[in-house]
Structures are given as C-alpha cells and as structure tokens.
C-alpha cells in the first residue's frame, strides 16, 4: 500500500489545534444556550428517506446522501429496480437538523412539555459539489422553541446572539425583517401574488442599485403604477423608528403587513427595555430563502470580516405540518460554526490557552526524577491543570522541541539537582524566562 | 401523512433528559483526557471504503454502512456491475475511531508531534442485527498516545480510567494482561502456534470450568504432555506478585513471556509509586478480541452492577502499518458511554442539578411583571445561572406544570403585590417551601 490514504473530497480532519478552537465555539454557544433554559438534543444521523425526501424542493433531494440497504440489496430486484435509487437505499444521512426536529416533535408529542426549547448541535451531509467554504459535511448549531407565539422568544433569541457573540469577542450587526411585512408590502401594492418577485428584487438593491431594481420589478410583472408606489419602500431610510413609521403609512391598508409592522415594534420595545447593546437593524430587503418562515426573520453578519452572514433565523408557523401536526408556532436560529471558525482565525480572536492542550510539560531526564515528576503531575492534575511527563528520557533538545511544537507554555525541569533540594527550573516557553520553585509550589506557581 | 414518522431500526433519539445526563458524562471522560494532555481530533464520518475494506475481517466488512454514490449512480453500469455494492458505493461510514486515527496518522505524519497524543469522541455505526443494548448507531471515546514504547502511557492511561470512574461515582476493577505474556504460555507449552486457540480456552476457565478447559484444549489439538504443563497455569491464583512469581517459573525459557512478565512489573511498580486507588487485577484469562494488540490489555468492569466490560485498550506494535507507515507503537482504551450510562442509570449515580437544564422559571403574570421578571433573569445569567419567563401569561397551573414536567427546581413569582414591594416570591418546587426575597437578593437566593 504505497499510496498516502485519503478522504473523501469535501470532508475534513480536524486536528488538535482546529478542533480545540472548534470545541471553545461550540462550548461558547453551548454554555448561553443552557443559560436560557434550552435543554439538549440528538437525533439519528440515519433518517428514514420517507422522512427527508420532498422537504428540500428538487434540489434538495438531489443533495441528499443515501445509504445502500444492508445485506443483499439486489437480489430480489429486477434489472430495473436495481437501477432506482429508491429501491437500494431506504435510509438517508440527515441535510439538516429542523427536519428531524419536526419528525422528533411530532413523534414524541405526547412526551414533550410545550412549549419545548432545544438545542442541537451536530453534523450534517449534503452531496454538494465542494468549493471553498462550502462542505459535505459540516456542523449547525440550532436553537428553537416550539409552541407558542410569543414574541419574547424572538427577544430571547437575540439576546442569545448578543450573548454568544459578545462571548466570542466578535462585533456583529443584526438584520431583522418580518415575513408578514413583505407579503403586506406586496399587498400594499396591489401584487400579494408576487411576494416572492418582490422580495428577490428588493434583496438586490445594495448590488445593483435602484433603477435596475425597478427594471426588474417591470420585467417580474409588475406594471409601472406598482413599482411607483413600491418607491418609498425601495427609498426608506432612517433609523428603526423612521422605517416604521413610514411603512405604516404604506401599509395601512394591509392587516398582514400592520400585523407584522406590530410584531417587530413589540420585539424592538423589549430590546429596548433590556438596553441590549446589539445594533439591530430593520433590513426590509432581508428575505432568506426559506419559505417556511411566516414571521420574524433575522441574520446576523459581523462588522469587522467580509463572510456571508454567521447566524440566522426565523419564526415558523408550521413546520410539523409536513409530518401531520398542523399549527404548531415555533422560532428559531442556527449559528454557522465554519463561518464564526474563519471569523475568529481572521480577527486572531482565540484566546491563547485554547491553542495549547497541555499547560505543563514535565521534562524526563531518568527514573528518579520521573518518580518525582508523577507526584507533582498528580497534584497539578487534582487542581485541575492539565500536566504531563515526556514518556521516554530522550535528549533535552528532543523534549524541549516537543513542548514547543505542542505550543506548551511552561515546562518543568527536574534534574538530579533540582531533586537533591527538592526544587523544580520552572521554564516560561513564551518568555524564557526561568526560575527555581520548590515542590511544594509547584501547583501554586503555575496557577 | 397520517403514520406518526419513525427512525430507522437501531438508531435513537436521545430526548432532553438523556441528553443532559450523556453530555455529563462525555464531559467528564473529556475533562479527564485533557489534563492528561490528550488533544482532541475528529475524522469525518464518511471513509472511503478502499480505507475501511479489509480491516475488520469478512464479518466487518458486511456491517459497514455504504453510501451510494451522488448523481446517477446506474448509468454507466452493466446490469452485472449494478448489483456490485464496490461499483455504486466509494464510500462507508465510518465502523471505529481506530482505522479512522490510524489512517489520520499516516496521512498527516510529516504534520504531527511524537508522540502523538489524541482523543476523539464521535460516533460509529455498524449494520449489525439491532437487539438490545446494541445499536447502529453509538458514541466511541477513544484516547491514544502513539509514536513511543513508554510504558508510562500504559500507567497514564490506567489512571485516566481511575480518575474518570471516581468522578463518575462506578466503583470498579481493572483486569489487565499482557499478549507477550499470553505468547509465551503458549511457547512455554511447545504450541506457539496455537496462541488464540489456548487463549481462547483460557477465556472460558470462569464459566466452564478447568476440567472442560482441558477438554476444548485436548480437542484444539494440544496433546496430554502441554495440556499438564498449562495445568499451573490455569490453577494460578493469589495476588499479582504471587501470580507473576509462578509465572516467572513456567515462562523462564520463553524470552517473550519474560519480556511481557517485565512490562507488567514495571506497570505495577508505577502505580504503587502513585499510589492509585484502583484495584488493578493480573488476569491471565483477558485476551480481548483485537488482534492488533502486541502488550498490554486492559479492561474495565463496574463492582456494583452486571453488564460487560465498560472500557478496555491495549498496546498495539502496528497499527499504522496497514496504511504503509510500519512500527509505530502505540496505546490506547475506550469508554463505552452506553454502558456507562446504563450503569449509572442503573445506580442512580447522576447529580441532581444534571437533570434540569433550567435552574429557575419566572412565573408570567403579565407585562408589567414580565418587564421586571427579566431584568432579574438577566442578572441570573450574567451570574451563570439557567433561567427563563414562561413566555405566555397563562394560569398559573399550566406554569407550575411546566416547572414540574421540566424538573426545574426553583419558580419565582412576582405577582402585582409583589411588584410594588420590589420582592419575589421564590418556592422551592422539590421541598415546597416559599420564601420573599428582595428583588436585590434574588441571585445571592438563588446561588
């Protein structure tokens, strides 16, 4: 076997050091998840096909990767069958994690406690083609309540991404729009048919500016009287409370869109009463493409490195409908842990003791000195710092090398002398500097 | 869609509950590896099979999972080659995280610092026939140091299992042997050839006693004169130095057994320097299954409660050498965190705070008291503590009930009354006790 083993293409190893970096993510918006009361789940890497197929659109299905049935899978199939994906496969790897949340909601309804707020961090596979950034396997981080229409769930959603962000040390904006105020704009205008042509029109403004914008409303349908009176809106601006003040007038007429406009000002006059320090911004151009949204949307893009945006959401009205449990109001939101990953590395956000797995290197220079170094290594360890030996007695350069290129910031050395007066040569890997400790405060003076 | 959706057999959904209780756990053995110095690593769930092939026997090789390959798999196939799994699958699930590491090791080698030291906690999966207490699905915890003979990483690893089972709560008992040792019973007895068979028979001492031991021997094809000369063996019995002193006796021509006899000492007298509170047993009759193990076995049984082995490893000479990378030595153990769960379960070992994911609920009686109630729960969880509104202003039952159903262990309510006097009223849900506590108090109260 000559050739140097692989993996597949658009899968990852993580080593030590990325994965250290990934676990002080994934522990970071883990720990504010429990902090709001959201409990754990995990659901099966498997799903049934019946499950995932038809929820993703045409495409979607496409992306999902299927897994060959067991045993014979040919046998009893003819020449056909064989040839039907449908026929071999009757298990698929998950594509997302709020499909399985339904499935597990509308499963387990009768166990669960509404309204139900989880949490759920785990991987995902999609048969995408791999380009940079963009990856067959990768993990989310979803958090959701389901149950209720309150809107003190946006508000505690959002302050889940102040928290989580502010955790972080990453500085980030926050776009809201609400669903209800794109189908009454739509309506306002006389077009509720042509939500859809709008919004992608309108989430173009920024690119190609106002006139081409209006071109393709002309050329989406709209006559011209429509896109007139979509004007103002194209034209809005001013802070939060300018923006709805103007769509108020616009949308007068619309209950949907008035609707909408009252849910947004509810959520804006918690933020306030909570003096959150989060720039949130009314972004009417904000759509996202999933169309099960029904009210709040957010997206959360950071200030300081050009990436897509690192986080969003939004309120759905009935996500378990698609497994027969109609009516079923939840909200929720995903952080992208790749996109917040390159953030960090980009902006040398990481804190410098995540980059190191072991605090305290004890150098090996023979048998005696071991036995002396294993009952400080075990002190250092009930106090909870992670410590090791160097297993084998080998050159100083060799362990000196060793603990550099593990990134240890203190090695301790115990030679035949340090023994004799019962002191450790404590090493400072970043400084360099040095100095004599006796045993018994070892643990104090690395602490 | 009037079926309730379901989960393929085999695999589970792990509700909130368990979930708490199996992140306290994968947390703790997490804890444990890093102040060991162990560095975590992931590998992606898919392997291409050309890695995973081969590696765990004809037996293995039917219980991976294969993933068909994206796109149209069929079309450039022959109505032979189409019912081929080879043909339409270039990738498996992973089956272990010892292949995987293995396979890491050798791809990254020019990358990595010897010696390497790694643990990895992800699942595997395996298409074996789902029966109770065995899953399709399920979580690996592996730790590792390869890249040295050091028997110190023998000793490390040992009070890694010490330290984990006494933070967990197990009482428990490690068995540990030696294949060097095992090697050399057989040379000793003039049948070096015939190792597995005569371990084999071993294994079975306890259930089926020494005079069928002799019997399954005689049938292997072991004559009368080596069956006698195992006789000592079989019948060794008293503490490890009384063991290892017989052993000595009968294993004093087989260089191997010395060699195997010499490790284990070495082991034993570290740990007596340590002091470990471990009760670490010589037993002859563990082989474990692995034919990659050349040293040290291990394995790890709970005192208080029947069910297998809940860790276990050994010392491998080569195991990297499958991928083209020969001698490499290394060693390693894995937790079973579905036993240990079930042990623990079993027990009742979990901690009370480890089966609530909210520390206090705020009863909602209204917006005014909702405004006030979250200006605490903010001061709540700046000190750390889970807390949560019912974000509905329901009656106060369908509350208390959610308090109830979600085991959290403290409501506060602040009702109009409550409001004015710039109190809460603060009930301990397990006691049942109320008590008013200032509003200024309320996170001291609380902690």
Redesign the interface.
């Known amino acids: 076997?000559?050739?140097?083993?692989?993996?597949?293409k658009g899968?990852?190893?993580?080593?030590?050091?990325e994965?250290?970096r990934?676990?002080y993510i994934f522990d970071t918006i883990r720990g504010v998840f429990?902090?709001?009361?959201?409990?754990?789940?995990?659901?099966?890497?498997?799903?049934?096909l019946?499950?995932l197929l038809g929820k993703y659109g045409d495409e979607g299905d496409?992306?999902l990767?299927?897994?060959?049935n067991?045993?014979d899978?040919?046998?009893k199939l003819n020449?056909e069958e064989?040839?039907q994906?449908s026929k071999?496969?009757?298990?698929g790897?998950r594509y997302d994690l709020t499909v399985p949340f339904a499935?597990?909601v509308?499963?387990?309804q009768g166990?669960l406690?509404f309204?139900f707020?989880?949490y759920q961090i785990q991987?995902v596979?999609r048969?995408d083609r791999p380009q940079k950034g963009r990856y067959?396997?990768f993990y989310q981080c979803d958090v959701d309540?389901i149950g209720?229409r309150?809107l003190?769930?946006e508000v505690?959603l959002i302050e889940i991404v102040e928290?989580v962000f502010r955790a972080l040390g990453i500085r980030v904006a926050l776009k809201m729009n609400n669903r209800k105020i794109l189908y009454g704009i739509a309506e306002a205008i006389g077009h509720a048919d042509k939500m859809m042509d709008i919004t992608i029109a309108i989430d173009k403004l920024e690119k190609i500016g106002l006139d081409n914008v209006k071109a393709e409303l002309l050329e989406r349908g709209l006559e011209q009287e429509a896109v007139d009176k979509l004007q103002p809106i194209l034209e809005l601006s001013g802070d939060n409370t300018q923006k709805l003040a103007k769509l108020k007038e616009v949308l007068s007429a619309s209950e949907t869109g008035m609707k909408g406009i009252e849910e947004i000002e509810t959520v804006f006059g918690?933020l306030e009463?909570?003096h959150l320090d989060l720039n949130v911004e009314l972004d009417l151009s904000l759509a996202r493409g999933l169309n099960y949204y029904t009210g709040a949307i957010f997206e959360v893009k950071a200030l300081d490195f050009a990436i897509g945006s690192i986080c969003g959401g939004g309120r759905y009205d009935d996500l378990t409908g698609?497994?027969?449990m109609p009516n079923t109001s939840g909200v929720g939101i995903s952080f992208g842990a790749d996109r917040i990953y390159d953030v960090m590395t980009g902006l040398e956000l990481f804190p410098e003791d995540v980059n190191c797995?072991?605090k305290v290197?004890f150098v090996n220079l023979g048998q005696k000195e071991?036995?002396a170094s294993?009952?400080l290594i075990?002190q250092l360890?009930d106090a909870?710092?992670?410590?090791?030996?160097y297993?084998?007695s080998s050159k100083m350069k060799k362990q000196m090398e060793?603990a550099n290129?593990?990134s240890i910031p203190y090695v301790v050395i115990i030679g035949s002398q340090e023994l004799e007066e019962s002191m450790a040569t404590v090493k400072d890997m970043r400084s360099g500097d040095q100095q004599k400790v006796s045993f018994a405060e070892i643990v104090k003076s690395i602490k």
């Not at 076997?1 to 597949?8: D, G």
């Not at 990852?12 to 050091?17: A, G, I, T, V």
């Not at 909870?384 to 030996?389: K, S, V």
């Open positions: 076997m000559a050739q140097k083993p692989s993996i597949p899968t990852r190893d993580f080593s030590p050091l994965m250290m990934r676990q429990r902090l709001y009361g959201f409990a754990p789940l995990e659901t099966p890497s498997m799903e049934n019946s499950t496409k992306l990767f299927k897994i060959l067991s045993g899978y040919a046998s020449d064989v040839r994906a071999i496969c009757e298990k790897l499935r597990y509308v499963q387990h166990e406690t309204p707020k989880r991987p596979w048969a067959r396997e309540v209720t309150s003190l769930c505690e928290r918690y009463q909570q698609i497994f027969g797995s072991t290197l071991e036995a294993m009952t075990k360890r909870g710092i992670a410590a090791e030996i297993p084998e060793y290129r593990r």
